[in-house]
T-cell receptor, first 111, second 116 residues
């Protein structure tokens, strides 16, 4: 059973702070990792993906991957109220062509 | 990424009826999928829509309840049959694009169904 675990939250951070969203996964054979953002009443949209250990930065977003610890995180710098949404982690193993999604973490950025 | 359009975007359906959701992609894609997202839950894959052949269903989903068509590389439909309130959910059409060692999933706007 492939599992992707996320704290459901809500995670509440003040505007301008760094929001840290975490995700753990059970399958050591996992190779591709994705973060999606889902606003209330909308469908998920891809933020970024990461394959290699370490950090990957894209604007205010940084994905961090540690395969030894089976852990992937998303950092949002200078958080804005418009970042308030549910963030979904998705993990794909090499043996599957589709990812497994976590339940998502609700993020609230308050002014 | 491809533009994925779904119809209807929302509907309120009577118990026992069936509804067909249409998904149109603006470019030819090999991989198309249908997901369900029940209230407060994560995304659950219903099936892979295969062009010119029967869909491949995930455990817990059957063709009689969720018949899927895919006549070409840009279009697919999902029917939710004999609906009950438990079928109230967001239904998402998605496409897969090869990215590095995996496939990145892109979603359509979703169809919000409420069964009363």
């Amino acid at each position: 059973q492939k599992e992707v675990e996320q704290n459901s939250g809500p995670l509440s951070v003040p505007e301008g702070a760094i929001a840290s969203l975490n995700c753990t996964y059970s399958d050591r054979g996992s190779q591709s990792f994705f973060w999606y953002r889902q606003y209330s009443g909308k469908s998920p949209e891809l933020i970024m993906f990461i394959y290699s250990n370490g950090d990957k930065e894209d604007g205010r977003f940084t994905a961090q991957l540690n395969k030894a610890s089976q852990y992937v995180s998303l950092l949002i710098r200078d958080s804005q109220p418009s970042d308030s949404a549910t963030y979904l982690c998705a993990v794909q193993t090499g043996g599957s062509y589709i990812p497994t999604f976590g339940r998502g973490t609700s993020l609230i950025v308050h002014p | 990424s491809a533009v994925i359009s779904q119809k209807p975007s929302r509907d309120i359906c009577q118990r026992g009826t069936s509804l067909t959701i249409q998904c149109q992609v603006d470019s030819q894609v090999t991989m198309m999928f249908w997901y369900r997202q029940q209230p407060g839950q994560s995304l659950t894959l219903i099936a892979t829509a295969n062009q010119g052949s029967e869909a491949t269903y995930e455990s817990g989903f059957v063709i009689d309840k969720f018949p899927i068509s895919r006549p070409n590389l840009t279009f697919s439909t999902l029917t939710v049959s004999n609906m009950s309130p438990e079928d109230s959910s967001i239904y998402l059409c998605s496409v897969g694009a090869p990215t590095g060692s995996g496939n990145t999933i892109y979603f359509g706007e979703g169809s919000w169904l409420t069964v009363v």
